[in-house]
């Protein structure tokens, strides 16, 4: 091999492996940008009373670790055994769901960390405050695992403070709507229980969504898990109006 053809051979090598590494370097900040907008976008819906953060974070099989040593602390695997064993029992005891503000947000790599201060009522009329942060490591815009530090002290308080039981009294027999409300179709089967919680099953899916509600004369509040707020109207004993659906009582 001559020097020239030598020489423009090794040029165009170096060229191409520049090139790969540029195109791979793009490639790699275009995913970190994704996952931090994609985070971004998620929390402002949340903030906006709207959308399903939980459900639309986190994957099926997410790991999520809440750092520290009381019991509300360690690691919930699954999203249903997170929802179940940590948001619900928490959201039972608001009179009004948690609503976040974004103080930042890095990405790096597959992680997305996120600060945020969280306020909300809770049901015995006392103010909720706490600050976060959130480390969500990142796999085709879904959450594997989650890693979270808060205030536990103030969590803690409003599950010692306001007992799960007590609050299911305050709402029992106070009404005449506890039942299976489902709509025409069969395809959204939404149940209002004694203690004041409610379970919506939609099509395969049980237990789609859960929550808090709350009945006054024949207007209805929810408040799910999740964070969002919805409400609906008993038109009759047997038609509840929500969410632009009609549901019959079963």
Do not use: C
């Amino acid at each position: 091999m001559t020097m020239p053809r030598r020489f423009t051979v090794v040029v165009t090598l170096a060229f191409a492996t520049l090139i790969s590494g540029l195109a791979l370097a793009q490639n790699r900040d275009s995913t970190i940008e994704r996952n931090r907008q994609f985070i971004a976008q998620a929390f402002e819906k949340w903030a906006a009373g709207s959308g399903t953060f939980f459900q639309d974070v986190l994957a099926p099989d997410v790991v999520w670790t809440i750092k520290g040593t009381s019991p509300a602390a360690g690691s919930y695997r699954g999203r249903d055994a997170f929802m179940e064993q940590a948001v619900a029992p928490f959201a039972a005891r608001l009179s009004s769901p948690v609503r976040p503000t974004v103080k930042d947000i890095w990405a790096d790599g597959n992680d997305v960390i996120v600060h945020w201060d969280g306020a909300a009522t809770a049901a015995d009329g006392a103010p909720y405050s706490n600050s976060y942060v959130w480390i969500f490591r990142m796999a085709n815009l879904r959450a594997t695992e989650v890693t979270a530090f808060l205030d536990l002290v103030p969590y803690d308080d409003v599950i010692r403070r306001i007992p799960i039981d007590q609050q299911g009294d305050t709402q029992m027999n106070q009404h005449p709507y506890v039942g299976m409300w489902v709509t025409d179709d069969g395809r959204i089967r939404h149940e209002l229980l004694l203690n004041g919680r409610y379970d919506e099953a939609r099509g395969t899916r049980e237990s789609a969504y859960q929550g808090r509600y709350e009945v006054k004369g024949n207007h209805i509040d929810y408040w799910d898990d999740t964070g969002f707020t919805a409400d609906g109207v008993f038109v009759d004993e047997n038609t509840l109006h929500h969410g632009g659906m009609i549901f019959r009582r079963r």
